[in-house]
């Protein structure tokens, strides 16, 4: 019998062999979640000139104090900058965001005043403003390049665009944006069994499911995907299935359901003959079988046709690889719970599909009902893969072991 090969070592030999895609400039709007492929450095500074933190009054500091009263000589909307130089005894009306006029060195809020904003004309400016309190020198005064000074690095190669982000480039100018491109993943199947789904299965055949679940799945990964029809059980038509996944230039190929281990021989054959495939076994339950290599230089995953040892291959082994190809960081959203009832194994790294509730804080995982590698809907329930380690055959209530969380709301 041979050994069968660990799943770090698996992740190990399939990321040695994935590089990066190359970049495309595309417009901010759409570069939300996309991976910077350049530093981007600041050409100006932010604020870029002193301005109000608040609506009030730009004063001298010095003038300051409870019931002093200075002239308002200045009227400073939000937009407009200021020409004249305030002087000592002087104020000037100013809003959130306007510049600093010359000589004013504080902002003191107009709460802090008996002035009255209610209306903001021309007519309504004070002649005078009584002051309730000091103000400091500098208070409330955003500085010029307080947030950011140019020449400073905002965001490196390799950072994935948040929301923030994106505020943070727009405030910079950066209309276009030098990204990673968007990885392109294929999605092929074969069989006779299999029927689309729109189609009506005869006796003995089912609905495709694995090439819709593989393309959400890929999808929700921020890649492309390319889903190809299903090819009939004919090595001509297998044939021609490679050629035109090929000819829409993919970056990953994925399979499943009759092109993976235990494909009739004719199907490794043509495999052969585009690339170099390996066949592996994996210490891995549910998707001991594994065909990995290339296809014209492209990596090639050939996934086991059961649904959720499909799902199950790609999350653990596909979705690694594929965080490399897109550059992002890979780092599995994981948490200990502790099991709600007694569970077995085969002594292989299970991937157990369980519901997650909570009990006084801490997080308890019970199975989704049966464990089969077919029963689709063990998956649908499941809020996560419950990790029963290699080498333990049973699992006793009240064990505590990592969770792979599949439920984004967890």
């Given amino acids: 019998m041979s050994t069968l090969m660990s799943v770090e070592e698996a992740i190990a030999g399939i990321l040695s062999r994935i590089g990066t895609v190359d970049t495309e400039t595309i417009s901010i709007t759409e570069a939300v979640g996309r991976v910077l492929a350049e530093d ?59 510049p600093i006029p010359q000589g004013a060195n504080a902002v003191i809020p107009v709460e802090d005043t008996d002035a009255d904003f209610s209306s903001l004309d021309d007519a309504s400016l004070p002649e005078q403003v009584t002051l309730g309190r000091v103000v400091e020198q500098g208070a409330a005064i955003r500085r ?62 089912i609905r495709d499911s ?15 995907p390319l889903r190809q029809p299903i090819a009939p ?34 199907i490794r054959a043509i495999l052969d003959e585009l690339g170099e495939i390996g066949f592996w076994k994996i210490n891995l339950r549910p998707g001991k079988p594994l065909a990995f290599g290339e296809i014209a230089t492209i990596p090639f995953f050939g996934l086991p046709g059961n649904p959720v040892s499909a799902m199950v291959t790609y999350l653990v082994l596909v ?3 594929l965080m490399t190809l897109a550059g992002k960081p890979h780092h599995p959203r994981m948490i200990r719970a502790k099991t709600a009832e007694a569970m077995r194994s085969d002594g292989r790294r299970t991937f157990a599909r369980v ?56």
């Fill in 144 to 205: 010029l390049g307080e947030n950011i000074h140019e020449g400073q690095t905002i965001l490196t190669a390799g950072t994935v665009i948040t929301p923030a982000g994106i505020g943070m480039l727009a405030s910079l100018g950066k209309a276009k944006l030098t990204v990673l491109r968007r990885p392109r993943v294929a999605i092929i199947g074969s069989g006779d069994e299999l029927v689309d789904v729109d189609e009506t299965p005869e006796l003995g055949q």
């Fill in 40 to 98: 981007v450095i600041s050409d100006t500074n932010l604020p870029p000139f002193d301005n109000s933190a608040m609506d009030g009054f730009a004063i001298r500091a010095e003038d300051s104090g409870n019931n002093i009263t200075l002239n308002v000589v200045m009227d400073i909307p939000a937009g407009v900058n200021p020409s004249e130089t305030l002087e000592a005894g002087q104020a000037a009306r100013i809003m959130t965001g306007a």
């Fill in 319 to 321: 979705r690694p690889a």
């Fill in 233 to 266: 059980d004919d090595a001509d038509a297998i044939r021609e299935m490679f050629k035109n996944t090929l000819e829409q230039h993919p970056d990953l190929i994925v399979s499943s359901a009759g092109v993976s281990v235990g494909a009739a021989d004719y």
């Fill in 210 to 224: 694995n090439s819709y679940a593989l393309s959400a799945l890929i999808e929700q990964d921020g890649a492309i």
């Fill in 355 to 410: 519901t997650l509730t909570q009990d006084e804080g801490a997080w308890v995982a019970s199975e989704t009902g049966t464990q089969s590698s077919g029963a689709h809907l063990s998956m649908v329930l499941a809020d996560g893969l419950l990790v029963i380690p290699e080498g333990v055959t049973a699992v006793d209530v009240g064990t505590e072991l990592d969770v792979l969380l599949l439920n984004q709301s967890l």
